[in-house]
């Protein structure tokens, strides 16, 4: 890809997103971080991007009111590795023979990604991604995908069939990958998605939220559940102060990744 183009795609994920990070764009467009840093060093010198250590945000985004949340294929590819990360330490909480609800996100397909080589687990999910990831032999994963009609933004059902399947199930974890976290609840921007993983967290004994530390202290649009309902918080940065007290006066464990 040229320069020019790889810069105008550069700024068109910014937009989407709203923060974009110098290892995802360098994976992304298979180039050195070095050539990243300059198109971002040129972008900003045109006012076009906000540059920041170690990537960029929307000029903008000092303005915008949290309540939106950019397309799934950009959110693929921000904050790439601090998701890693994540869903590696995640996979560890969760022993051989354990059943697990696991909804549809970016971390949570990080999650899938790191359990792929743990063993003997049940996951009940409405991800194809997440159900394609686990069905490897050699791992004796039991897999249950969720039917219903598929959304095709975020690849995954979801809907009255989905939720109607999911009541046949009961698990004694549920994982969710959220759009933001306040002091008294976890939300997220979809209606459709906070439908699902309400009915997940009924259906559930425990719940692990992924969340990398920019949902922190965030709204979102729904409500999916209050803070007190998380029983674990897998993060990679120790929250603020505040946000760290609300998190110790609801009980939920953090597990900084």
């Known amino acids: 890809m040229k320069p020019a183009a790889r810069r105008e795609a550069i700024v068109q994920l910014v937009e989407d997103c709203g923060e974009v990070h110098v290892d995802a764009l360098s994976e992304q467009f298979e180039t050195s971080r070095e050539t990243i840093r300059r198109d971002l060093n040129e972008l900003d010198t045109a006012g076009r991007i906000r540059k920041f250590h170690g990537g960029a945000r929307k000029t903008a985004s000092f303005t915008d009111s949290g309540l939106t949340e950019g397309p799934f294929d950009a959110r693929m590819v921000t904050m790439t590795a601090e998701k890693t990360a994540i869903g590696r330490c995640a996979a560890e909480l969760f022993d051989e023979g354990a059943v697990i609800f696991v909804d549809t996100g970016s971390t949570t397909i990080a999650f899938a990604r790191a359990l792929a080589r743990r063993r003997g687990l049940t996951v009940i999910t409405n991800s194809p991604e997440i159900a394609g990831l686990l069905a490897r032999p050699e791992g004796h994963h039991r897999l249950y995908l969720l039917g219903g009609e598929i959304a095709a933004e975020g690849r995954e059902t979801l809907g009255a069939l989905a939720i109607e399947q999911l009541g046949r199930f009961k698990a004694e974890h549920v994982v969710l990958t959220i759009g933001g976290m306040t002091r008294g609840e976890i939300m997220d921007y979809d209606l459709r998605e906070t439908e699902m993983a309400r009915a997940m967290v009924a259906r559930g004994a425990k719940l692990t939220v992924l969340a990398d530390h920019t949902k922190l202290d965030r709204a979102a649009v729904f409500e999916v559940a ?22 110790a006066e609801a009980g939920v464990e953090v597990v900084i990744a």
Not at 239 to 246: D, F, S
Request: hydrophobic content about 50%; overall charge negative.
């Open 226 to 247: 209050a803070l007190s309902a998380v029983d674990r918080l897998v993060t990679d940065r120790a929250p603020e102060p505040e946000m760290a007290e609300a998190l």
